[in-house]
């Protein structure tokens, strides 16, 4: 199966500068249309790619969530490198997780928590993303039914280290989030089959925030930046960053 690898991205355009963090699985296109959107409204954009992502299934488990938390920050420095001073921060899912993570670590303008899992019960699926993107790649890939199980299975048993390195992350930005009185707008999906849906409620009551907001979306789906709703996402998205004091 030939496919394109795909790449970070980043559209200049205007000094204020968003940094656009995607799923667990997923890559840059996940916030590619919204990158596109934002440079038109004369924001710079920058969405990385995390270590293991953009590839095949088997190479998720190359990298693990100290490792998707520094090429974050490597991310940020980029940005600041390159003389952006004044950052927002978006992310869809696992990018929702990491991005409040940099709120409290560094200096952001906003932050953005799309889709974002908080609260996990005892029988959360973490694994539930990652079953479907392996199972989606390994039929393109043309393989049997009967082999991709197998296979599926396999990467299943031997990722639990990094489900498990998944959840601490999500259990330890859960307890910092009282620590961030940055201007927040949390998006959430009502229809997400994902995450716990009650993550989003979660995250606006605890964070510390003065000027903070939600915003739910019917038929969205998890995948919000993607989905049927995302238009309106995208202008959501956009005024929160216009109400932001950037000077």
């Given at each position: 199966?030939?496919?394109?690898?795909?790449?970070?991205?980043?559209?200049?355009?205007?000094?204020?500068?968003?940094?656009?963090?995607?799923?667990?699985?997923?890559?840059?296109?996940?916030?590619?249309?919204?990158?596109?959107?934002?440079?038109?409204?004369?924001?710079?954009?920058?969405?990385?790619?995390?270590?293991?992502?953009?590839?095949?299934?088997?190479?998720?488990?190359?990298?693990?969530?100290?490792?998707?938390?520094?090429?974050?920050?490597?991310?940020?420095?980029?940005?600041?490198?390159?003389?952006?001073?004044?950052?927002?921060?978006?992310?869809?899912?696992?990018?929702?997780?990491?991005?409040?993570?940099?709120?409290?670590?560094e200096p952001v303008m906003g932050i953005i928590p799309m889709c974002t899992p908080m609260i996990l019960g005892q029988d959360h699926r973490l694994d539930q993303g990652f079953?479907?993107?392996?199972?989606?790649?390994?039929?393109?890939?043309?393989?049997?039914?009967?082999?991709?199980?197998?296979?599926?299975?396999?990467?299943?048993?031997?990722?639990?280290?990094?489900?498990?390195?998944?959840?601490?992350?999500?259990?330890?930005?859960?307890?910092?989030?009282?620590?961030?009185?940055?201007?927040?707008?949390?998006?959430?999906?009502?229809?997400?089959?994902?995450?716990?849906?009650?993550?989003?409620?979660?995250?606006?009551d605890t964070i510390e925030s003065d000027q903070k907001e939600i915003k739910w979306y019917k038929e969205a789906g998890h995948a919000i930046t993607l989905g049927p709703k995302?238009?309106?996402?995208?202008?959501?998205?956009?005024?929160?960053?216009?109400?932001?004091?950037?000077?």
């Open positions: 199966m030939k496919t394109q690898t795909p790449k970070p991205f980043m559209f200049e355009e205007g000094k204020k500068a968003v940094l656009l963090l995607h799923g667990f699985t997923g890559h840059s296109a996940d916030v590619r249309m919204l990158g596109r959107f934002l440079q038109k409204q004369g924001y710079t954009t920058y969405a990385p790619i995390y270590r293991g992502h953009g590839k095949g299934p088997e190479a998720l488990t190359e990298g693990g969530a100290k490792e998707w938390w520094a090429d974050v920050q490597e991310a940020y420095q980029t940005l600041k490198d390159q003389g952006y001073q004044k950052i927002a921060v978006a992310g869809l899912s696992l990018g929702g997780v990491l991005g409040l993570k940099l709120a409290y670590s079953r479907y993107y392996a199972k989606q790649y390994k039929k393109a890939e043309g393989k049997e039914e009967a082999e991709i199980e197998a296979e599926v299975e396999q990467l299943i048993e031997g990722s639990s280290t990094l489900f498990s390195e998944i959840a601490d992350l999500i259990r330890e930005v859960k307890n910092e989030l009282d620590t961030i009185y940055t201007p927040a707008l949390v998006v959430q999906a009502e229809d997400d089959h994902i995450i716990n849906t009650e993550s989003a409620n979660y995250i606006l995302r238009e309106q996402v995208h202008q959501d998205i956009y005024q929160f960053l216009e109400s932001l004091d950037w000077d």
